[in-house]
């Protein structure tokens, strides 16, 4: 494959950057009434306004051209028919067919996957019934009212992430606690209220070997046993969710309650697999089925609908635009609901673990900028802290803002004042104000200056009718396929993680420095072995 740097579109879009790159929004639209229709799409749906972006009919024929010379949707169509697309790994990438329709065949080594789903499906809806109804019952007889998933990463920020966005769909009478941190300060609180007698732990781990999650797991069941006696209980109070089905029953969990997955489902792809298991659980199996079924939506939408209709292609484009064409370092994530809380954070890791790779599929040096930080809050309360920055700050950073039509309280007025505000940040970040419309509002000149905002700050803004099981998975495979083509026009391995393995490495040689009672011999650098020292000295 050609360099990125060196294909006409990119070389191209340097040119039009320069000539474009200073005409402000307000110029865009006022020359442009057709504009904000034009630049607004739909699919799977959701509906997505990109017209607040420093765009012109010219950059997205561009853009457009940019995925065509680099192969998005050949690379697309390798990934949908289970080609071994994560080539470091050499692994198929298949989160696509946990949620495809029975029926579908997704070959897999000569094998198709998609019946081996549904049983896995099947399995789970029949497990989360069971102890929604109250049939499965604990050791002592009393039914499960408390579920606590422990899992990290990719085990963990999917299920939190959607307990707490499909909250309302939930089963209100039951807990669910997510313990992730090898702090055990985390399981601590996350136990501390709950009875044994009527909790499940639900251990999450694709390969049941990562060291927070099988601590936890032993802190859990030596917090059981200690409040129920026999280890026997164990088998009564625990599920797994793994890959590796000999470790969880080593570690004494039913075989009847242990749920596979495939390695071709990366941990941070994975919520809508068996990893969903405590969200199933949660909000029940026709809500489950009808958030995988908005995945399947975008994923079609994804895979069929023309470039220039294609919501994924467009907002992983405009991240390359923003990224490599100005030069910007992140991307704000700024979902306007309450129950989107944890949605940047889940979002931050399936964007920097997937694209924060400096080296190309052909093992070469990037020449160019990669994945962006990714960070964000609900609003309105970021408008409370780091809005000023967007506003006013020196940097320009674009973001993605998310609202729904309809609430999820019964606070039907205080909706209203919700979308105002979204609606507002967008108009005051591309539109801002000018010292003249200042002054004739009468400001002072000595404050004109610091009041000035100055716009142009570029925003996507994605809505859609509600907030609910489909929409959710509908927003996290438009992300899915966004890093999905961002990374494809990169050049990168989206699917791999190398990056994390050498602090795991460096631990697990720093731990036992730590455990010792006889002073260790030290080899690390100096800054290490000071730091490893002091502590040993303040914790005794
Ligand atoms: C995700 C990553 C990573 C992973 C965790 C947990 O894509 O691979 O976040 O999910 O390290 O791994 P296990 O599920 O194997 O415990």
């Known amino acids: 494959m050609t360099a990125l740097t060196a294909t006409p579109s990119w070389q191209a879009l340097a040119a039009h950057h320069a000539r474009i790159k200073d005409i402000h929004l307000r110029k865009l639209f006022a020359d442009d009434p057709g504009r904000a229709e034009r630049f607004s799409i739909e699919g799977g749906g959701l509906f997505l306004d990109y017209s607040k972006n420093r765009i012109t009919d010219e950059t997205v024929r561009l853009l457009l051209q940019l995925a065509e010379e680099r192969g998005v949707a050949k690379r697309r169509d390798a990934m949908f028919a289970g080609e071994k697309i994560n080539t470091t790994e050499r692994r198929a990438v298949l989160h696509v067919a946990l949620r495809a329709p029975r029926g579908t065949h997704i070959v897999v080594d000569g094998a198709d996957v998609v019946p081996e789903i549904h049983k896995v499906l099947q399995a789970m809806v029949d497990f989360a019934m069971r102890l929604r109804s109250g049939a499965f019952i604990g050791h002592t007889g009393r039914r499960i009212r408390n579920v606590v998933n422990i899992g990290i990463g990719g085990s963990y920020l999917g299920p939190e992430m959607a307990y707490r966005a499909l909250r309302p769909f939930s089963d209100r009478s039951m807990t669910f606690r997510f313990v992730s941190n090898v702090d055990g300060a985390d399981f601590s609180e996350a136990t501390w209220d709950l009875d044994a007698t009527e909790t499940l732990f639900i251990v999450s781990s694709k390969t049941f070997t990562t060291l927070e999650t099988m601590t936890n797991a032993a802190t859990a069941r030596a917090w059981l046993v200690q409040k129920l006696g026999p280890d026997a209980a164990v088998a009564k109070h625990f599920a797994a969710v793994s890959t590796n089905i000999p470790a969880a029953i080593t570690f004494g969990i039913d075989p009847a309650n242990i749920f596979g997955f495939w390695d071709w489902v ?60 100005f030069g910007t370092q992140t ?118 200056p610091f009041r000035v905002t100055e716009g142009n700050r570029p925003t996507n803004m994605i809505l859609a009718e509600a907030l609910n099981p489909a929409t959710l998975g509908s927003l996290v495979a438009l992300y899915e396929h966004s890093v999905f083509t961002q990374g494809a026009i990169w050049a990168i391995d989206s699917f791999d993680q190398w990056g994390v393995e050498l602090g795991k490495v460096l631990a697990n040689r720093i731990i036992p420095e730590l455990n010792r009672d006889a002073e260790p011999v030290l080899a690390h650098d100096a800054s290490t072995n000071a730091l490893i020292r002091r502590y040993r000295k303040q914790r005794a």
């Open 331 to 448: 991307i704000g994530i700024l979902p306007y609901a309450a129950h989107l809380a944890r949605f940047p954070a889940y979002l931050q890791q399936l964007q920097m673990e997937s694209n924060g790779k400096h080296i190309d599929l052909d093992g070469c040096v990037l020449d160019y900028q990669s994945g962006p930080i990714v960070w964000g809050e609900p609003g309105t309360d970021g408008q409370h802290s780091f809005y000023q920055l967007l506003h006013q700050g020196t940097r320009l950073v674009p973001c993605d803002m998310i609202g729904f039509c309809r609430p999820l309280s019964q606070q039907v007025a205080q909706h209203d004042l919700l979308m105002a505000n979204l609606f507002a940040q967008a108009e005051a970040l591309a539109f801002g104000k000018t010292a003249d419309e200042l002054r004739v509002e009468g400001c002072s000149d000595h404050q004109t």
């Open 266 to 325: 990366g941990g941070r792809y994975s919520m809508d697999s068996a990893i969903g298991l405590s969200t199933m659980i949660a909000v029940g199996a026709d809500n489950f089925r009808d958030m995988l079924a908005g995945f399947h939506a975008m994923d079609e939408h994804f895979r069929t609908a023309p470039a220039a209709f294609n919501l994924p292609l467009l907002l992983g484009l405009l991240t390359i635009w923003y990224t490599n064409f």
